[in-house]
C-alpha cells in the first residue's frame, strides 16, 4: 500500500492561485479545484468580460459555475494539516530563530531584551513559569537584537543620551557620557512618540491636501478638453460662414487650439504625476513611522527615528492658475468687420483676440450687479442708491468704527467677491475718478502708497479726466488714448488673467488691457479726488 504520507502530499492539495493548502475546497466543471475565496476573487475580475475561465486549463463559462463545497477534499486538506510534519514551525531564511535550539532551530514567538535572547514557544516557557523571568520585557522577535548590546560594556543599553543622541548602557553613563542629560529609554521613547504622531498628522494632511490638488488637476484637465471642444466647435461656426475668404485660416485656428489644448492637458498631467508620485510617497513614508510606532524595542526606535522623521519641504504650490482657451462666439458678419488681419496674427490666445471684438450686448452676458461695501468707505465718502453711487463730501459722515475702513484714502470696495468673467459699468463726474479694482488685503490704513488704488502690486485703476485716461499699477504709470466717455466699462476675466477698461458711448472701444495673473479674488471700487467727484455703479441688464 502507497504511504500515507504520499497521498497528502501538500502539493496535490494546494491552490494554484494562492498556493497554500486548499481553503474551503471547491471543484468547478472542468475539474480543477480551488479555495472558494480564491476563484470568487478571480471571477469577479472577470465579471464585466462576461466570460468566466479555470485559471489553470483556461476553459471558458459564459455563465459564472456555481460553486459547492468539495466534501471529500476537505477532508483530506483537514487530515493532511494534522497529520503532516510541523515544517511551519521551522525557521527559514527570512525567519527569527530560536537562540536555544541545537540541530534544526525552530521559529522563535518572543525575544527577551534583557537576556537578550529569541525563544521558540517551548524555549519561551520559562519565561511565563519562574517568577525572575516574569518581569522581563518580551517583544516579538527580532533579528536585531545585539545591536541593543553595549559593544564596551556587553550590557543591555537601556538609557538615553540626549547630550549626544544616543542608546547607551548604564556603565556608559558613568564613564563617558558621565554629566551628561541622560534619561530612561522608555521615557525618550514616549517623547519621540508624540514627535512621530505628529509627523503622521503632517503627512496625512499633506496627503488630503494635495488629493484634493489632484482632483483640482483633473478637473482643470476635463474644463480645457471642454473649453477646446467647444472653441474648435464656434471657430468652424465662424470660419465655415466666410469660408471663401479663410477657409485656410480655419485649419490654423483649429491648429492653433488643439496645439494649446496639448501643452496645458500636457504641464497638468505632468504636474497631476508629480502629486501623485509625492503623495505615494508619502504613504510610504506614513507606512514606515507607524510601523515604527508600534515598535516594542526603545533602543531600535530610538535609533531609526532620526532618520525615519525627517520629512522635506514639499516643492508643491497649491495655487493652481491656468489660462484656458476661450468662447469664439463672434458672428461672421462681426468677423467681417475688420478682423481678417487680426485673425492672420499669430496671437498668443484666441479668447484674447475675440473678447476684443464682442459688442456691448456680449459682454451684457457677463454683467454683474456691484453694490458698495459701507463698511470700506472713507468717512468723507456719502453713500446713496442702494450703495451703487458715492460721492465726495465736504463734511465728515458718521460711520462706525470697522477694520476695513479706507482711514485716509477717499476709496471704497465692493461687497462682491469677483472670479471668473464679469462685466460692469461706471458713470463718473469729476476731475478725477479712478475706476479700480482690488485685492482684499490691500492696506487700509496710514497714508503710505500700500493704501492707494493702483500705486501697489495689489491693485490696478484707470485714472479718468475730462480731457485723458492714465492707467496705474503698482506705481507704474501708463498713458492711455481713447475716445473720453463718462461711463467706463470693465471686463474681468479672473481665470484667464484679463483686466479691460472700455470707453462706453455709442460704442465700445478698447481703453487699456491688463494680461497677468490674478492670485486672489478681486473686488471693484472707486478713489475720489475731489470734493463734488462723484461715481455710480450702473444696474445693468442682461441682453438675449
Known amino acids: 500500500m502507497e504511504p500515507r504520507g504520499d497521498l497528502l502530499d501538500q502539493g496535490n492539495l494546494s491552490c494554484s492561485i494562492c498556493l497554500d493548502l486548499l481553503k474551503e475546497p471547491v471543484t468547478i466543471p472542468c475539474g480543477h479545484s480551488y479555495c472558494m475565496n480564491c476563484i470568487k476573487v478571480s471571477w469577479r475580475q472577470e465579471d464585466q468580460r462576461r466570460i468566466h475561465s479555470c485559471p489553470q486549463c483556461r476553459k471558458t463559462w459564459r455563465q459564472r459555475p456555481v460553486l459547492k463545497k468539495n466534501i471529500t477534499l476537505s477532508a483530506l486538506v483537514e487530515s493532511l494539516r494534522n497529520s503532516a510534519p510541523a515544517d511551519h514551525c521551522y525557521a527559514g531564511p527570512e525567519d527569527v530563530a530560536c537562540d536555544v535550539c541545537t540541530g534544526r532551530k525552530r521559529k522563535a514567538v518572543k525575544s527577551c531584551l534583557f537576556c537578550p535572547a529569541s525563544y521558540c514557544e517551548d524555549h ?89 490638488d489632484v482632483k483640482l488637476l483633473q478637473q482643470e484637465v476635463e474644463a480645457i478638453n471642454a473649453s477646446a471642444d467647444k472653441a474648435v466647435e464656434d471657430s468652424e461656426k465662424i470660419l465655415g460662414s466666410v469660408i471663401r475668404l479663410i477657409q485656410k485660416r ?49 533602543t531600535q526606535f530610538l535609533q531609526n527615528y532620526p532618520s525615519l522623521s525627517a520629512l522635506s519641504e514639499s516643492t508643491h504650490s497649491s495655487s493652481i492658475h491656468l489660462w484656458p482657451i476661450k468662447d469664439a462666439s463672434e458672428g461672421p458678419q462681426e468677423m467681417l468687420r475688420d478682423t481678417w488681419k487680426k485673425i492672420s496674427l499669430k496671437v498668443t490666445g484666441l479668447g484674447i483676440l ?39 463730501m465736504e463734511q465728515l459722515q458718521f460711520y462706525p468704527d470697522h477694520p476695513d475702513r479706507f482711514a485716509r484714502w477717499w476709496q471704497v470696495l465692493s461687497r462682491n467677491r469677483l472670479t471668473g468673467r464679469c462685466y460692469w459699468e461706471v458713470e463718473w463726474i469729476g476731475e478725477a475718478v479712478y475706476v479700480a479694482v482690488a485685492y482684499k488685503n490691500i492696506s487700509r490704513k496710514g497714508t503710505s502708497q500700500d493704501c492707494v488704488f493702483g500705486f501697489n502690486n495689489k491693485s490696478w485703476a484707470l485714472q479718468c479726466e475730462e480731457g485723458s485716461y492714465t492707467f496705474w499699477h503698482n506705481s507704474v504709470k501708463t498713458p492711455v488714448s481713447g475716445p473720453v466717455s463718462s461711463r467706463i466699462g470693465v471686463y474681468l476675466d479672473h481665470r484667464a488673467g484679463i483686466l ?45
Open 250 to 298: 480655419s485649419s490654423d485656428v483649429k491648429q492653433q487650439i488643439r496645439s494649446q489644448q496639448e501643452t496645458e492637458v500636457s504641464r497638468v498631467k505632468e504636474l497631476q504625476k508629480k502629486l501623485e508620485q509625492e503623495i505615494t510617497e508619502l504613504k510610504r513614508k506614513d507606512a514606515e513611522l507607524e510601523k515604527l510606532s508600534i515598535t516594542e524595542d526603545h
Open 354 to 392: 475675440l473678447s476684443e471684438l464682442w459688442t456691448r450686448a456680449e459682454f451684457l452676458g457677463y454683467s454683474k450687479d456691484i453694490t458698495l461695501d459701507p463698511n470700506t468707505a472713507n468717512r468723507y465718502i456719502l453713500l446713496s442708491k442702494k450703495n451703487r453711487k458715492v460721492t465726495l
Open 124 to 212: 519561551l516557557q520559562p519565561h511565563y513559569d519562574a517568577p525572575p523571568l516574569k518581569k522581563h520585557k518580551l517583544v516579538t522577535p527580532s533579528k536585531t537584537l545585539q545591536e541593543n548590546i553595549c559593544s564596551r560594556h556587553d550590557e543591555v543599553m537601556k538609557i538615553f543620551c540626549r547630550t549626544d543622541q544616543q542608546c547607551i548602557c548604564y556603565l556608559c553613563s558613568m564613564d563617558e557620557h558621565k554629566g551628561h542629560e541622560t534619561v530612561p529609554a522608555a521615557a525618550e521613547r514616549t517623547e519621540k512618540q508624540k514627535e512621530l504622531q505628529e509627523r503622521r498628522q503632517q503627512i496625512q494632511q499633506r496627503i488630503q491636501d494635495q488629493e484634493k
Open 500 to 544: 479691460s477698461f472700455y470707453s462706453v458711448s455709442g460704442t465700445m472701444t478698447l481703453l487699456h488691457r491688463v494680461q497677468t495673473t490674478f492670485t486672489q479674488p478681486l473686488y471693484a471700487g472707486v478713489w475720489l479726488s475731489d470734493d463734488g467727484d462723484s461715481a455710480e455703479f450702473v444696474k445693468l441688464k442682461q441682453l438675449g
